[in-house]
């Protein structure tokens, strides 16, 4: 894994680590990548490949928390002919993917993996910033998701997530367009569907009451 895009990450743990001890979430994530562009402007979860990664989540209460997360996996596509797209270019692709966010977390519900008056399921939004390497190319995104939580007992909770990551590159699949203008008006995204299992990691001292 890069060093480059895991050190921000530990530095970012080890700041929320000396401030507390308590509402820390460590786990998992297991699910699907794929990309829209040039070879998929529409259909989701085409071509897609595997990816595992680990998450991080600081709770500040039982609504909003920040995460920090590394993913690894594959992008890969293939063009159909569907559609005409000018120029020469390799019809396939396929690459490594590595990616690191740090993104903010809002429930909608009341949520509290360590508490038993609290509401087990909550539907839940996120959004902040990320870097990826593509194929050896470093490419700054903006991730934003939706999914789905729940804790089938104390202390444990999985999700379902889909995830958007908006880049500022026009040719992960090694497409350019003649006329593309990227950073803002360009065509390639990156998205992850999948599952995360996350464990809340045990106080040092006793839960307050009211957080329960």
Not at 70 to 83: F, V
Not at 124 to 145: C, D, E, H, R
Not at 173 to 196: C, E, K, Q, R
Request: charged content about 15%; overall charge positive.
């Amino acid at each position: 894994m890069n060093k480059y895009l895991v050190l921000p990450i530990i530095i970012l743990l080890i700041s929320i680590d000396s401030f507390s001890q308590d509402k820390r979430d460590i786990g998992l994530t297991l699910g699907g990548n794929y990309y829209y562009g040039d070879f998929n402007e529409s259909l989701p979860l085409q071509s897609p490949a595997l990816g595992i990664g680990v998450i991080f989540r600081y709770n500040f209460d039982k609504h909003y928390s920040i995460r920090a997360s590394a993913q690894y996996g594959s992008i890969s596509g293939s063009y159909n002919g569907n559609y005409y797209l000018p120029g020469t270019f390799p019809s396939t692709f396929s690459k490594s993917y590595l990616d690191a966010q740090i993104m903010g977390e809002f429930n909608f519900l009341s949520f509290s993996p360590i508490g038993e008056r609290k509401k087990k399921i909550t539907p839940f939004v996120n959004l902040g910033i990320g870097i990826s390497q593509v194929g050896g190319a470093f490419i700054p995104n903006l991730p934003f998701g939706i999914g789905v939580k729940y804790t089938p007992i104390q202390r444990h909770t999985v999700a379902i997530e889909w995830r958007f990551q908006k880049t500022m590159v026009d040719n992960i699949d090694n497409y350019m367009p003649l006329n593309s203008n990227a950073i803002i008006h360009n065509n390639d995204w990156l998205a992850f569907v999948g599952l995360t299992y996350t464990y809340r990691l045990y106080n040092n001292s006793e839960i307050c009451p009211v957080y329960k």
